[in-house]
């Protein structure tokens, strides 16, 4: 099945569920980590704290998403999955929601990420199932721009639901405005799993036979300097969500810092959705390589500038360039992935190759964290360890552009080459 003879509302079926699995995860990450790490943790251990739930949850979501993607290519069916990564999901989510301490906090976000990476593995596998290469970039467009708009909308549930620790603030305030929260993203992703079911119909042959033997797959280089290319630039922005917060806090010395975070998350997440739909379009007529570096110098230029400034005022032209360039990459990166697909494989490879953003989710945090606090504890500045951590985002995106020098572009995802 081709992308042409699915047309946009197909195309919209295959894409719907990023939709919700990023508003799950924006109003996880964007604030309300940092809420339940503040409630329950001093300043002092932020850090180490948001490096125990960023490792234990992604080292768990690494070995689910590709036992579940694995899975799924011999069995040649993805809707099984993802129906019960999502169910499993909503039960893990109630009970972040009713967490009463730290350590339960850790083990249900734990659950979360293997429950929403059972469903993750199989269904980033659909798009390389049914779009053809030359078309991949258009689909991947899509595919940005459902997941944007749904960091859009998470990051604005958490702005408006999570409270910001602090006096007057009681447990039960807390619990009831996190049964809000997963109430709203239970439903968002039933809605998208039925659009998803009702959209991508299964049927025999929509997931080639696996190959059993890879040693001659022309594409391997390519696929695994990619991934190296990814993890690098991952590590980056891993840095950026868990503790933008905190660095206005500290940094910048901003009172309503939670809020402050979420409105710069937002203003990036709007401006990144400008840079997805030309990207993903351009990814499929011109080299997508070209497009991926002028996002990365994007990104690491406003990074480098976030380890400088000492004044609110020019956040809004950073946001506004970080976002430019996290919508472009996000987009074509994907897209240049699964171009360098073999056939039936999708479900195992793509969940390898999700190692670049889910190792960096395992690591960054471990060394942002402990960074922060050594340096915090070393000058009794807190604000220089997050300054400091936003010139390590910057050389983290910039070796990902040093990696993609040594992939080579499959010439089946190009439909027609610039002059």
Known sequence: MTAASQGPLKQF????????????????????????????????????ATAVLGAVGAVLAIISQYAAGRAS????????FIVAGTLLDIVALYAFAVAPSFGAVVLSFAAIEIALNIAGGPYQALIPDRV???????????????????????LLLAK?????????????MFTHSFLVLVSVISAALLVALAVTLLG??????????????????????????????????SAGLYLILPFLGFYLRFALHVDRYQSASLSLLLLMVVCSLVGTAPAGVLGDRFSKKSIIYIALALLAGGALALTFITTLAPLTALAVALGIG??????????????????????????????GASAPQVAA??????????????TGDFGLGYRALFALVAGFVICGALALVFVRENREGVTRESS
Request: proline letters at 8%; a positive charge.
């Open 365 to 378: 945090p471990i060394v942002g964290g402990l960074l922060v606090d050594r340096i915090g504890a070393a």
């Open 13 to 48: 079926s295959l894409a719907a569920y990023w939709f919700a699995w990023e508003l799950h995860w924006a109003a996880l990450l964007g604030a309300t980590l940092q809420a339940e790490i503040a409630r329950f943790m001093p300043p002092t251990e932020y850090g180490r």
């Open 326 to 355: 996290w919508g472009a990459y996000y987009s074509v990166d994907w897209a240049l992935a699964t171009n360098l697909l073999p056939e039936g494989r999708a479900g195992a490879l793509m969940a390898i190759w999700n190692l």
């Open 200 to 233: 991508v119909r299964e049927q025999p042959g929509d997931v080639a036979p696996p190959v059993p033997v890879l040693e001659d797959w022309p594409n391997r280089a390519s696929f695994w300097w990619l991934i190296i290319s990814r993890a690098s630039v």
């Open 73 to 80: 290519d011999f069995a040649r069916k993805r809707l099984p």
């Open 160 to 172: 408006l639901v999570v409270h910001q620790p602090g006096p007057g603030v009681t447990p039960a």
């Open 132 to 154: 053809a290469k030359s078309a991949q970039g258009r689909a991947s467009a899509y595919m940005g721009l459902m997941r944007l708009a749904g960091t859009a909308a998470g």
